[in-house]
């Protein structure tokens, strides 16, 4: 069978005026001289909206199912456990933290990450404030029962494990966060010889990620195994808080903000704590070692004394003068064996505050009015009391001695507690589940021997910090008997407050700290930025009291 050659033989009218039902397909639409897609007019059929409505709903039910759904769960949970007096929510008046909640059940479904960990025992909700007997609730733990958690930078929603060198104290390990998991229903961090950035050993440091969590006031909980053997000198692990200003191993940020808890316009803030060599006790007081000078600090940075209109976190005072900031710390523990020759083979804690500005030659008001210590028999005043760059009340306690990796392997409970009312300010730390030692408010009260006003009990919003590791600052190391790996085991962390002064947030409307925090970011994230001023370039704010303000 075969054509012929001249298509109007073939029996169709094949004439390109003729219009047929396909030429929409093929016949392109010209218009001002071009080719076109369409012919300008756009319509929809029913059948097109139909289509389009039914994905939308789609949509919407599938953000209901995995998102909007959760989230309502969570709440009528939360409320329904609040209205039965378990008060367990446990945010502040922004929001923030309640926020915070409900993205991490959005970014991590599967896991157990609400404040208050699944884990915990209802016979842990509560606990009995050891200061005065009543009953505060359970605002936030982590009982580390899932096997296996890892804590690099975006796994976790609360906690990160750092990546860095403590230059600061000389530490002769780098924080790695491949030391540090959950094993057997607890944290662990773990010390090894092991080189790493040409450091011989890796340790970790543990941190409740500022800006995620922070807390001001309440009782600080934990459950800890401590590491290697009760007679065995130089490791160094610690648990211990610091305020949202400072970052631990971010030098930039801790210069002129770490270890001040002050809020007066005075010498207190100057740098070495004196205004032309004055007051003379500042100069005299301090050890042969500094010259007998009293203080090195920079002086405080975000002080009372800061001029209106300079970088400031705020806020202000009914006066219009600043709220003097900063970064204190507050030291749950700090672990040695052997502090004193005549006990060896004893392990000790200290369980300290730091300080800043310094009472003259660091003697603080250790009167029975405010040094309380529970049992004499297992505690003592400390002997170290500061230097340069820190004073601290300190108190040493003999530790629960079966409580270390090598010996039965138990777990010990420590804590503080921190009450900040102005007419009842404290802080009272637990050593093995026993009231250790109290200090009072007045204890760090004014000093007229340096000319400085009190340092208040810390307000700011506080973060969590966790670490395993060795320094010659800490004391001596018995490297010949050390065993490695060691590691610290915690059971869980947990935290309490007055259930009529719940205070959660690291950006409270008294001590705001997210705009500051966002202004210089990059002193809060590199950690080679070790100062300020030579460091990251940045300038100190004027200040009244030495530079006057225009």
């Known amino acids: 069978f075969s054509l012929g050659a001249d298509p109007r033989t073939w029996g169709s009218n094949v004439s390109p005026n003729v219009a047929e039902p396909d030429d929409e397909l093929h016949t392109p639409t010209v218009r001002n001289g071009k080719i076109v897609d369409d012919d300008g007019n756009i319509s929809f059929s029913s059948r097109g909206i139909a289509n389009l409505g039914c994905l939308f709903i789609l949509c919407i039910g599938i953000l209901m199912l995995f998102l909007g759904y959760p989230v309502m769960t969570y709440v009528r949970d939360q409320l329904n456990s609040s209205s039965s007096g378990s008060n367990l929510l446990g945010v502040n008046a922004t929001g923030q933290v309640f926020l915070s909640v409900m993205i991490s059940h959005f970014l991590y479904p599967n896991g157990n990450f609400g404040l208050i960990d699944r884990d915990t025992p209802e016979s842990a909700y509560t606990k009995t404030s050891y200061r005065d007997g009543s009953e505060w609730v359970l605002v936030f733990s982590d009982e580390f029962e899932q096997e296996g958690r890892t804590f690099y930078p975006g796994d976790d929603p609360y906690w990160e494990a750092v990546d860095l060198h403590y230059w600061s104290t000389n530490n002769l390990e780098w924080y790695d966060p491949a030391a540090i998991t959950t094993v057997g229903g607890a944290l662990n961090i773990t010390l090894s010889a092991k080189p790493t ?155 300290s505050g730091q300080w800043a500005p310094f009472n003259e030659g660091y003697v603080w008001d250790n009167s029975s009015a405010n040094l309380v210590i529970a049992d004499s028999t297992v505690s003592t005043l400390n002997s170290y009391i500061g230097g340069d760059y820190q004073q601290s009340t300190s108190v040493v306690s003999e530790t629960a001695q079966a409580c270390y990796q090598y010996e039965e392997g138990c777990f010990s409970v420590y804590a503080f507690e921190v009450g900040y009312d102005a007419d009842d300010a404290y802080i009272s730390w637990v050593n093995n589940g026993t009231l250790a030692w109290t200090i009072n408010a007045a204890g760090v009260g004014a000093d007229t021997g340096v000319n400085i006003s009190a340092r208040p009990v810390p307000q700011e919003p506080m973060y969590l910090i966790a670490n395993l590791g060795m320094s010659y600052n800490f004391g001596s190391i018995d490297l010949d008997d050390m065993v490695f790996p060691v590691y610290m085991l915690i059971d869980y962390v947990r935290v309490y407050q007055d259930p009529s002064k719940i205070n959660l947030g690291c950006d409270p409307d008294d001590f705001p700290t997210a705009e500051y925090i966002s202004t210089y970011q990059e002193a809060y994230v590199n950690p080679n930025l070790t100062t300020w001023v030579d460091g990251y370039g940045q300038t100190i704010p004027k200040n009244s009291l030495v530079d006057g303000c225009d």
């Open 197 to 351: 950035h040409g450091l011989d050993y890796r340790g970790g440091a543990f941190v409740l990620i500022p800006n995620k969590f922070c807390y001001t006031g309440g009782l600080f909980e934990v459950g800890v195994q401590l590491p290697g053997a009760a007679d065995v000198q130089g490791l160094w692990p610690a648990v211990w808080t610091m305020g949202n200003l400072g970052r631990a191993g971010y030098g930039a940020t801790l210069e002129g903000t770490w270890p001040y808890s002050y809020d007066a316009c005075d010498v207190g803030t100057a740098a070495n704590q004196t205004i032309d060599g004055k007051p003379t006790a500042a100069t005299t007081s301090g050890y042969e070692s500094s010259n007998y000078e009293l203080s090195y600090l920079p002086g405080q940075r975000l002080s009372r004394c800061t001029c209106d209109g300079e970088s400031h976190p705020g806020p202000k005072h009914s006066d219009g003068t600043y709220v003097g900031r900063a970064a204190p710390e507050i030291d749950m523990f700090e672990a040695q064996a052997c502090l004193f020759a005549v006990t060896d083979g004893i392990g000790y804690v200290s369980q």
